[in-house]
């Protein structure tokens, strides 16, 4: 996100590396399924670490969006 915001001067790019961003977000939620099977995190502590990340993945596609709002 932040070499995104560093270029916000170019919409395409903008949306481009948060996109990458919403793509990164989606890998750390299987990642989070993993982890559970594996017995690495509880059952609670992963429902807070995939509320967190669909709280950040609602932010990032606003983001894209309304990439106006970030100084376009």
Same mark, same amino acid.
Request: glycine share 6%; net charge positive.
């Given at each position: 996100?932040? !070499?995104?915001?560093?270029?916000?001067?170019? !919409?395409?790019?903008?949306?481009?590396?948060?996109?990458?961003?919403?793509?990164?977000?989606?890998?750390?939620?299987?990642?989070?399924?993993?982890?559970?099977?594996?017995?690495?995190?509880?059952?609670?502590?992963?429902?807070?670490?995939?509320?967190?990340? !669909? !709280?950040?993945?609602?932010?990032?596609?606003?983001?894209?969006?309304?990439?106006?709002?970030?100084?376009?």
């Amino acid at each position: 996100m932040a !070499e995104g915001y560093r270029k916000r001067q170019y !919409e395409k790019h903008f949306k481009s590396k948060l996109s990458d961003a919403d793509s990164e977000n989606s890998e750390t939620q299987l990642w989070l399924d993993f982890a559970l099977a594996c017995g690495y995190i509880t059952e609670i502590k992963k429902q807070k670490l995939q509320y967190k990340s !669909e !709280e950040i993945g609602k932010l990032v596609n606003y983001m894209m969006k309304n990439p106006n709002k970030f100084g376009l």
